[in-house]
């Protein structure tokens, strides 16, 4: 069994067919790609994976459990989180704070005992607080616990998000566009973080990414979309090699060249 299968999943805007029959699965332990042009639909199936966005037919089943249309923190509970492109949470509150808030908002565990205290609320925060800097450490962050995250250089921004996703402890965790934007040396230290974490985490990924060398040299597996539907999927070679892909790309502007 896999550990996410998507079958038939669907998305309508309006008239506008976001996302259209789309099925993939998701083994345990694998990072898997979903490539497409702009406006795909990629980031809509993280919507609908997570919670953000109910899908208009189809199913979601993570662990066998169908979690189609759940409520994000419901999803979050069971195991799948998420990392938002661009900035972090909270830029005035120190890095070791994004991280512990992080957990408790995505999962509205106790929120309430976090912000006015109580002693058994105050050691479950001590724990919390000891896990977030655990993250911290496996990130390599653990230095720059007491920063201002406002302070932090742009490429640690990017590793405190995925700290901040990892509080929750998920099974799953998906990336939207984690190198765009950044610079070679930020790029190859992001996927080395990844890698890292899935070797020592045994984290499963998905990853959408524009950076074309960045998904091949990372991903197991790739299912490219356009237009909303599944037009290849394969190892990455197979991907690069692939006439529907390339002719889905020819036109576009390739910003990972
Ligand atoms: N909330 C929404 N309401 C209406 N249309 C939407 C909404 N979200 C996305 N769309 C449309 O659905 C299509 C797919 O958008 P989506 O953001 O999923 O694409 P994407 O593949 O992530 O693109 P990009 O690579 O540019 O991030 C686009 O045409 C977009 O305009
Ligand atoms: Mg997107």
Redesign the pocket.
């Known amino acids: 069994m896999a550990l996410l299968e998507v079958r038939g999943l669907t998305k309508i ?2 008239g ?1 067919t ?2 259209g029959d789309l099925s993939f699965d998701v083994n345990e332990g694998e990072i898997v790609g979903i490539i ?10 993280f ?1 609908m994976v997570c919670g953000t ?1 109910k899908p208009t037919a189809g199913t979601i089943k993570f662990r066998g459990k169908n979690i189609t249309g759940l409520a994000p923190h419901k999803i979050a509970k069971k195991g799948i989180a998420r990392v938002f492109q661009g900035n972090v949470l909270f830029p005035a509150s120190t890095v070791l704070d994004n991280v512990v808030m992080g957990a408790h908002l995505h999962t509205q565990l106790d929120l309430f005992g976090f912000l006015f205290g109580g002693r058994r609320a105050r050691r479950k925060e001590e724990a919390v607080r000891a896990r977030a800097m655990e993250i911290l450490e496996l990130v390599g962050l653990a230095d720059d616990a007491d920063t201002l995250a406002s302070d932090l250089p742009h490429g640690n921004q990017r590793h405190l998000c995925l700290a901040v996703a990892l509080a929750v402890e998920p099974k799953l965790l998906l990336l ?2 984690p190198v765009t934007g950044m610079n070679a040396e930020e790029v190859s230290e992001m996927l080395d973080l990844i890698r890292m974490l899935r070797e020592k985490t045994g984290l499963t990924l998905i990853v ?1 990414e ?1 950076n074309m060398k960045a998904v091949m040299g990372l991903c197991d597996r790739i299912v490219v ?1 356009s237009y ?1 539907v599944k037009i290849a999927e394969g190892l990455p070679q197979e991907i690069a090699n692939n006439p529907a892909v390339i002719e889905a790309y020819l036109g576009v502007e390739d910003d990972a060249a």
């Open positions: 805007f309006g506008l976001a996302v497409g042009p702009n406006g795909a639909g990629k980031s809509t199936v919507n966005l939207d566009e959408i524009h979309i909303g």
